[in-house]
């Protein structure tokens, strides 16, 4: 393959880093990163990655990373490479599942909740008011409306929009800095920046080295690049093909309103048939339908119907 370190938007490639027993410091580290010091994680436990709902037929999840500190506060951690109409609900939904299994059975349990943390590190700019925001790091929590004090701090919701993320080298200053600018340029460094000179940052590019992998590790690799791949092009292309129909749409009604609707419109559903059409090629491939779900934000239900 052509580039020396991995993709880090890649399934294989984020689990790698930061899904990983081995390789937790790396996590730790980037936690601390982003919570400004406000965290200090000094040990996590990853927790089993895919949840089942309270019925046998209930919707489950299935988190890239999901894990613990030493005080017993769950963070679930996702790398998100394709806009979704309802990504927020999504995220919201998640975050039921460890709230939900904190409840003690028995009478004795005070409904005491230990914090919980989602961070959706996407690869695409947010929508619904902030796709002009020049803001890359978003931290939502309930608000009460009059006052815009902070309501609960049990429940947090954090957004990194990481094309947003624009620093060059000279510019890092923070540990948060040097993470997000390897989430954004890891697969396209040739050496490790002079920059990054962090003991961490040691262990990150000899686990990302692609030359160091096995046959295996290789393979899979190469698999989720492909998929990767796969998801960009044909969302790339079907978003093309339906701007381009918005933009004649809105030229034939000649205002500028149906320009508009028309350019909205066809990005939306251009995303959304880009997502039908890799999905069709992954199960085409062989790969399993739980799997395409995870990867594609499908529901599983969705994925069987394209069989």
């Known amino acids: 393959m052509a580039e020396k370190y991995i993709n880090p938007h890649t399934d294989f490639g984020f689990k790698r880093l930061f899904g990983s027993e081995f390789n937790k410091e790396l996590l730790i580290s980037f936690l601390n990163a982003m919570f400004h010091g406000e965290q200090n994680v000094q040990d996590v436990t990853y927790l089993n990655s895919e ?3 309270d019925r046998v037929d209930a919707r489950r999840a299935i988190f890239d990373v999901y894990c ?3 005080k017993g506060e769950k963070f679930i951690v996702e790398m998100q490479n394709v806009y979704q109409e309802f990504f927020k609900d999504r995220t919201i939904y998640y975050s039921t599942f460890p709230i939900r299994e904190q409840a003690q059975r028995g009478g004795d349990w005070d409904f005491h909740l230990n914090p919980v943390y989602t961070i959706g590190l996407l690869n695409f700019n947010f929508a619904d008011g902030l796709e002009n925001a020049k803001r890359w790091h978003h931290e939502v929590k309930l608000m009460e409306v009059d006052t815009h004090e902070v ?8 957004y990194v929009e990481i094309p947003k993320f ?3 080298e000279s510019e890092l200053e923070s540990m948060y800095d040097k993470w997000m600018y390897v989430l954004k340029n890891l697969s396209n460094l040739m050496q490790r920046p002079a920059a990054l000179q962090e003991r961490v940052f040691t262990r990150l590019f000899e686990q990302a080295e692609i030359s160091k992998f096995d046959k ?4 899979l690799y190469e698999d989720s690049v492909n998929a990767y791949r796969d998801i960009v092009n044909a ?3 079907a978003e093309k093909k339906k701007y381009a129909e918005g933009r004649a749409e809105g030229r034939a009604e000649g205002r500028a ?10 990005r939306a559903e251009g995303r959304a048939e880009g997502i039908v059409e890799v999905a ?3 199960l085409l491939k062989g790969i399993s339908a739980e799997l395409v779900a995870e990867m594609t934000g499908m529901s599983l239900d969705e994925v069987s119907k394209l069989k």
Not at 151 to 158: E, G, H
Not at 257 to 263: L, N, P, V, Y
């Open 216 to 219: 295996q590790e290789l393979k």
């Open 280 to 282: 069709k090629k992954m």
């Open 166 to 168: 624009d620093k060059k």
């Open 257 to 266: 309103e149906g320009r508009a609707e028309g350019r909205a419109e066809g």
């Open 68 to 70: 613990e500190n030493d």
């Open 151 to 158: 309501f609960y701090d049990k429940l947090t919701y954090i």
């Open 235 to 237: 969302i790339r292309t």
């Open 51 to 53: 949840q089942l709902g």
